[in-house]
């Protein structure tokens, strides 16, 4: 599967990062809008992979950030959004931060279970960086932990980092609940990780972040 990042080109031509641009949506509220539009983009394009046989398995993950989450009509918006352009929901992987997950507890689990009562999947992200209480790990419907890329760069040469990263791997298994690593570089993290029983992987040692037209054709020769 692939997961949906969202990039903006300046009007002189050039890409605007993230990181300047999402923390000014989310202090004027634009990130509700932003965050439907790119629910929207993803069903559609989920859509199209669910139509053809080579790419029906593939799934879409896509992050959620903790005001659109926490919107009254969210599970009723993303509902509407499945149901109108079709799609198999169980495709569409909701991506969330341990500061989104905690936020409400309650609030959190009553939407998460009302999503995966529409097939929806979750991800906890850049698991291993907040402050959470494991106690509410095993009351959240979630399918897959990713360990924060910190972790896995620093892994080589740190043993803690390989302590962390061992513990988190033996703590999902025990829940059942899936792991991968985040930021993966080099073939000597991917190696360690593979003896300590982590065999999903995402990082730059697989590809970098490029526009849908450039992955496509990559996709169909590995399909």
Known sequence: GAEALIRWVGANGKMVSPAEFIPLAEETGLIVQIGQWVVDTACVQLRRWQDAPATRHLTIAINVSAK??????FVAQ???SITGHGIDASGLKLELTESVILGEVEDTIQRMQQLR???????????????SSLSYLRRLPIDQLKIDQSFIRDMINDASSQAIVRAILAMSGSLAIEVIAEGVETLSQRDLLLENGCILFQGYLFGR???LAEWSPNLSAMV
């Open 68 to 73: 659109q989450f926490r919107q009254p009509d």
């Open 78 to 80: 993303l509902g509407a």
């Open 117 to 131: 009562k529409l097939g929806i999947r979750f991800a906890l992200d850049d698991f291993g960086t907040g402050y």
């Open 209 to 211: 972040p490029m526009p």
